[in-house]
Nanobody
Framework: QVQLVESGGGLVQAGGSLRLSCAVSGGSFTSYHVSWFRQAPGKEREFVSV????????YYTDSVKGRFTISRDNTKNTVSLQMSDLKPEDTAVYYC????????????????WGQGTQVTVSS
């Protein structure tokens, strides 16, 4: 059973930075592409970013391009999301998720999810 555990969330002022981490255990880490999603209160969970199993390909939703950077360390089975120039609209619970195959944009195709970490950006 693959487990994902997020960490690194917190409260930050607008313009600040946070680094989220996702630790993956219980499976073959390089079998999965890993994504970050987020869910704000009263809203649907939305795609933020994905990194391919090798780390060679990354994609971002338009609202975070140029501010967020996803990376992975296949020796440590971790995926990170460096978030800079944070805005109040980035406030959400952030989830990492593992995808073996399928459309990375489709939330229903993910195999495993973490429990989430809260990010709050104050204005």
């Amino acid at each position: 059973q693959v487990q994902l555990v997020e960490s690194g969330g917190g409260l930050v002022q607008a313009g600040g930075s946070l680094r989220l981490s996702c630790a993956v255990s219980g499976g073959s880490f390089t079998s999965y592409h890993v994504s970050w999603f987020r869910q704000a209160p009263g809203k649907e969970r939305e795609f933020v970013s994905v990194i391919s199993w090798s780390g060679s390909q990354t994609y971002y939703t338009d609202s975070v391009k140029g501010r967020f950077t996803i990376s992975r360390d296949n020796t440590k089975n971790t995926v990170s999301l460096q978030m800079s120039d944070l805005k109040p609209e980035d406030t959400a619970v952030y989830y990492c998720a593992a995808l073996s195959t399928g459309n990375y944009y489709n939330i229903d195709e993910y195999d495993y999810w973490g429990q989430g970490t809260q990010v709050t950006v104050s204005s």
